[in-house]
């Protein structure tokens, strides 16, 4: 069934604003919507799985802040804690026991993490992290993967270069090459790679960081033995092992990836559903890792808002819903009723289209590969039928992130209706993307 384009009138006007005031119109370069059809859109209000633009169209939101709105947007707990927090006051720069109170939540219900520090994003999670691991262990080098993302920090701007085991080329203006030159960037999933690294730089590599649900580039789901292979050499080398789990964290189970893999990595970061919508990240690991922080040890990290009360009283009404019994399963079993008819369906018609899936998480790819574990898996022509799929959703009132690489979410808020209407939106736009192929 054919449908109409959305009016657009009040966000292409803000935008045109936009672009007066900031580069490319946004404050994030994914929002100007490059890779999709249209204007991005107006926000003006978000409640639990809808969101509605400018302009007034309504939307059932797969994008959920890029992952922290795990509970829904505008959720009753969180705002209603948030609002009580900020009659006290906004920021004292001291330390409030509500820091206190986030971290006992996460602390005695994580058994990968002994001691915690809040940051204000995922960037500064991982930017701190990889700090830590340098100064822990005295040496320069980090290894990161091709197809996983750690935040805008330098050191891990850089992508491969040509060959198996390469310093990373810088990936944005502005990266320094001696910076580059101390990232070693491989591919996903080849243990040959790894091994060869290690021979090359032995007693270099003072960190490998991955995301052990790479989810910002595709959806690259690792095998639990590979992660497993990554510890392992870690160990044998004195290097340690960052989990990345700015996404993972609290999405894949309380306990994140490290949880469902049950793999223990020497350190931990999170970001997004930690702050409840609000700016927080953190990074965490065992008592003797973190008191080489700042001021008990010599590695440097602070933050004149880090911890700051009305992102803890959101990071702790988010935190607490988590931990009630069934959470994680509930919305497993939603995910996975979700994406197995969406799968079905593409079956039957025999569309090259899968839908990889992990938690509550998923991953809409043009593809008929049964497994896609590495950047290179992803044909970039398969974005194509995605910017028709983004741009049919949209007219049917679906929010998808505006980038076929960018993976979706369900949050608590998405009742079984939703899901409903989402699935026969989702079918009429897929007859329509191969239609005409
Ligand atoms: C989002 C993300 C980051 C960066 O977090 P920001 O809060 O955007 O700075 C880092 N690592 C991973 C895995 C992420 O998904």
Same mark, same amino acid.
């Given at each position: 069934?054919?449908?109409?384009?959305?009016s657009?009138?009040? /966000?292409?006007?803000?935008?045109e604003? $936009?672009?007066?005031?900031?580069?490319?119109?946004?404050n994030?370069?994914?929002?100007a919507?490059?890779?999709v059809y249209?204007t991005?859109?107006f926000?003006?209000k978000g409640?639990?799985?809808?969101?509605?633009?400018a302009d007034?169209?309504?939307?059932?939101?797969f994008?959920?802040?890029?992952?922290?709105?795990?509970l829904?947007?505008?959720?009753?707990?969180?705002r209603e804690?948030?609002?009580?927090?900020?009659?006290?006051g906004?920021?004292f720069?001291?330390?409030?026991?509500?820091?206190?109170?986030?971290a006992?939540?996460?602390?005695?219900n994580n058994?990968?993490?002994?001691?915690?520090?809040?940051?204000s994003?995922?960037?500064?999670?991982v930017m /701190?992290?990889?700090?830590?691991?340098r100064g822990?262990t005295k040496?320069?080098?980090i290894?990161?993967?091709e197809g996983?993302?750690h935040?805008?920090s330098?050191?891990?701007l850089v992508?491969a270069g040509?060959?198996?085991?390469?310093?990373?080329e810088?990936s944005?203006a502005?990266v320094?090459k /001696?910076?580059?030159?101390?990232?070693?960037v491989?591919?996903l999933n080849?243990?040959?790679a790894?091994?060869? $690294?290690f021979?090359?730089?032995?007693?270099?590599?003072a960190?490998?960081?991955?995301?052990?649900v790479?989810?910002?580039?595709?959806?690259?789901l690792?095998?639990?033995g590979?992660?497993?292979?990554l510890?392992?050499v870690?160990?044998?080398?004195?290097t340690?092992?960052?989990f990345?789990?700015?996404i /993972?964290?609290?999405?894949?189970?309380?306990?994140g990836a490290?949880?469902y893999?049950?793999?223990?990595?020497?350190?931990?970061t999170?970001?997004?559903i930690?702050?409840?919508g609000?700016?927080?990240?953190?990074?965490?690991a065992s008592a003797?890792?973190m008191?080489?922080?700042s001021p008990?040890?010599?590695?440097y990290q602070?933050?004149t808002?880090?911890?700051?009360?009305? $992102?803890?009283?959101?990071g702790?009404a988010?935190?607490?819903?988590l931990?009630?019994?069934?959470f994680?399963?509930?919305?497993k079993?939603k995910?996975?009723g979700f994406?197995?008819a969406i799968?079905d369906?593409?079956?039957q018609?025999?569309?090259n289209?899968?839908?990889?899936?992990?938690?509550s998480i998923?991953?809409?790819?043009?593809?008929n590969e049964?497994?896609i574990?590495?950047?290179d898996d992803i044909?970039?022509?398969?974005m194509?039928k995605?910017k028709?799929?983004?741009?049919?959703?949209?007219?049917?009132?679906?929010?998808?992130?505006?980038s076929?690489?960018?993976?979706g979410?369900?949050s608590?808020?998405h009742t $079984?209706?939703?899901?409903?209407?989402?699935?026969?939106?989702?079918f009429d736009?897929l007859?329509?993307v191969?239609?005409?192929?």
């Amino acid at each position: 069934m054919q449908v109409n384009d959305i009016s657009r009138e009040k /966000s292409a006007e803000l935008y045109e604003k $936009a672009k007066t005031y900031f580069p490319g119109g946004v404050n994030s370069p994914v929002r100007a919507f490059k890779s999709v059809y249209g204007t991005p859109l107006f926000i003006e209000k978000g409640d639990g799985s809808h969101i509605w633009d400018a302009d007034g169209n309504e939307f059932i939101d797969f994008c959920c802040s890029w992952g922290p709105l795990i509970l829904g947007h505008n959720n009753a707990a969180v705002r209603e804690k948030v609002t009580e927090v900020m009659q006290k006051g906004m920021s004292f720069g001291a330390p409030t026991a509500l820091e206190n109170e986030l971290a006992e939540l996460i602390l005695s219900n994580n058994s990968f993490i002994e001691k915690i520090r809040f940051v204000s994003s995922g960037t500064e999670a991982v930017m /701190s992290a990889i700090r830590l691991a340098r100064g822990y262990t005295k040496r320069d080098k980090i290894l990161k993967f091709e197809g996983c993302y750690h935040g805008h920090s330098d050191s891990l701007l850089v992508k491969a270069g040509s060959g198996l085991v390469t310093f990373g080329e810088t990936s944005s203006a502005g990266v320094p090459k /001696s910076f580059a030159d101390e990232t070693i960037v491989v591919a996903l999933n080849d243990k040959r790679a790894i091994q060869e $690294a290690f021979e090359k730089f032995e007693g270099q590599i003072a960190a490998v960081i991955i995301e052990p649900v790479p989810a910002n580039n595709g959806l690259l789901l690792q095998t639990k033995g590979y992660l497993q292979y990554l510890r392992d050499v870690c160990t044998d080398n004195g290097t340690m092992l960052i989990f990345d789990e700015v996404i /993972s964290g609290f999405r894949v189970g309380f306990e994140g990836a490290a949880g469902y893999y049950d793999i223990q990595p020497d350190i931990i970061t999170y970001g997004k559903i930690i702050g409840g919508g609000l700016p927080v990240g953190a990074y965490g690991a065992s008592a003797e890792i973190m008191d080489h922080i700042s001021p008990v040890g010599s590695v440097y990290q602070a933050g004149t808002l880090s911890g700051n009360p009305v $992102a803890m009283a959101a990071g702790i009404a988010q935190i607490t819903e988590l931990l009630k019994p069934g959470f994680y399963n509930d919305l497993k079993l939603k995910t996975e009723g979700f994406v197995k008819a969406i799968q079905d369906f593409a079956e039957q018609r025999n569309y090259n289209f899968k839908v990889f899936t992990i938690g509550s998480i998923f991953w809409f790819a043009f593809t008929n590969e049964e497994r896609i574990a590495t950047a290179d898996d992803i044909d970039p022509e398969s974005m194509i039928k995605f910017k028709t799929m983004h741009r049919e959703l949209i007219n049917r009132g679906i929010y998808l992130g505006p980038s076929g690489y960018e993976v979706g979410f369900i949050s608590a808020a998405h009742t $079984a209706n939703d899901l409903e209407i989402t699935k026969t939106a989702i079918f009429d736009s897929l007859d329509i993307v191969f239609s005409n192929n």
